[in-house]
């Protein structure tokens, strides 16, 4: 059987578990703090029986793929593992010291992929002595249900570590896309500025939150609108990834408006916190803000 660790067991972590598990993989799901494992083990059980509920899965599936999930909190776990898969925070001060201790850890064939949204591989890569063997694998959210992969080649990735990760992704089911390590990749270099002029959109009272993402749906065919979708990713997460593109890229079109900051300042993050351009109720639900 396969081996995988998965480093981080929130919302992208937990995914990135239960697909791999869900395609007999053997996996260690990783995090420093328990009540985070027992919310991902629930949150993935939920999942699962979504999923026969749908018919998708046959109804004894459920209690295969969550017993070929391990839970620790010891980054030891990741010894033995062919794929180590980080989805910790967006934070370089996070991730570049974790690849450091991955990279004594893991055995010494393994791929050390990050689910990174925006941070450069190459820099992630050049804090280990195999950077040949860092490669990014940005799975989207929802991870079970979204088919892309972006498949990120650092400036030392090899072709084979590459291979690997693409015929990996395949495997999942997933459609995996080859980029190269630019400042936000393809998908947030192309998703982040439309988000940051929706927002800009309603600090200069173009439009409510509302209005915008009708727009959006209804005339562009977007399936979630701007702020909706800003909203699910976190409102913090969005800041992060604009200013990794405004450093990167050195170009002002890529400055978070001030709005943003103001919101990630409050507390008011999205979903997670139950209110960022819209209010979430106990399921989820979305509605206009008051004070929008």
Known sequence: MNRAAVIGA????NGIAHVLAQHEWDVALIDSVPAALEKATATIRTNLDRQVKKGTLPAEAPGAVLGR???GT?????KGAS???EAASENPAVKFPLFEQLDRLASSGAILASNTSSISITEIGARTRRPGQVIG???MNPVPVMQ???VIRGHATTDATTATVMETARALGKTPVEVSDYPGFVSNRVLLPMINEAIFCVMEGVATPE???TVMKLGMAHPMGPLALADLIGLDVCLAILEVLHRGLGDDKYRAAPLLRRMVAAGDLGRKTGKGFFEYGAKGEGRKPKDA
Do not use: C, Q, S, Y
Request: aromatic share 4%; charged share 10%; glycine share 12%.
């Open 10 to 13: 929130g919302t992208m972590g």
């Open 69 to 71: 999930i391990h839970p």
């Open 74 to 78: 010891a980054l030891e776990g990741v």
């Open 83 to 85: 794929l180590v898969v």
């Open 137 to 139: 694998m940005h799975f």
């Open 148 to 150: 892309l992969v972006e």
């Open 211 to 213: 209005a915008i993402d």
